[in-house]
């Protein structure tokens, strides 16, 4: 497995795992609009997930992480989360901030053991179902 950033070619593989992963998926314009955000990780020419990325001055967000359902829990998105950290090191982050849903203990799990820590609530953010958002944030 390789962390590269997206290429064009990436495009409709990252719009059917975002259909796979996420009831309320980003459109494929978007995508592709969205693209130098994108950082994938790819096994030869298959995509196995994503995660995009979004800076304001010192500021970044993880604005999604995803990894193919049927090949979750083998360590692809600590690999995707740890090359985002890097990346945001590298470049003189502040901080590393994301919501993720108040159900989902998984990806809590994965961004507390990388020293994330929970800062406030979002109610109602996520539909299908509703359900809020934890805000949490890495300071570097």
Same mark, same amino acid.
């Given at each position: #497995? ?10 409709? $593989? ?10 309320? *998926?980003? *459109?494929?314009? #978007? ?5 130098? $955000? ?10 196995? +997930? ?26 692809? +998105? ?11 090191? %590298? $470049? ?12 989902? $203990?998984? %990806? ?5 053991? %990388?020293?994330?820590?929970?800062? +406030? ?18 300071? #570097?």
């Amino acid at each position: #497995m390789e962390i590269i950033n997206a290429l064009p070619d990436h495009i409709d $593989q990252i719009s059917a795992l975002e259909a796979l992963c996420f009831e309320t *998926p980003w *459109p494929l314009d #978007m995508i592709s609009r969205l693209r130098e $955000q994108f950082i994938v990780a790819v096994e030869g020419n298959t995509v196995l +997930g994503y995660a995009v990325l979004s800076t304001v001055l010192d500021e970044a967000s993880l604005d999604k992480i995803a990894v193919a359902p049927v090949i979750r829990r083998r360590g692809i +998105g600590k690999a995707l989360l740890d090359a985002v950290i890097a990346r945001c090191q %590298a $470049q003189g982050m502040a901080t590393l901030t994301l919501e993720v849903r108040a159900s989902n $203990q998984a %990806a809590i799990a994965l961004y507390e053991n %990388a020293r994330f820590t929970p800062v +406030g609530c979002r109610k109602n953010y996520y539909e299908k179902p509703r359900e809020d958002a934890i805000i949490m944030t890495l300071v #570097m």
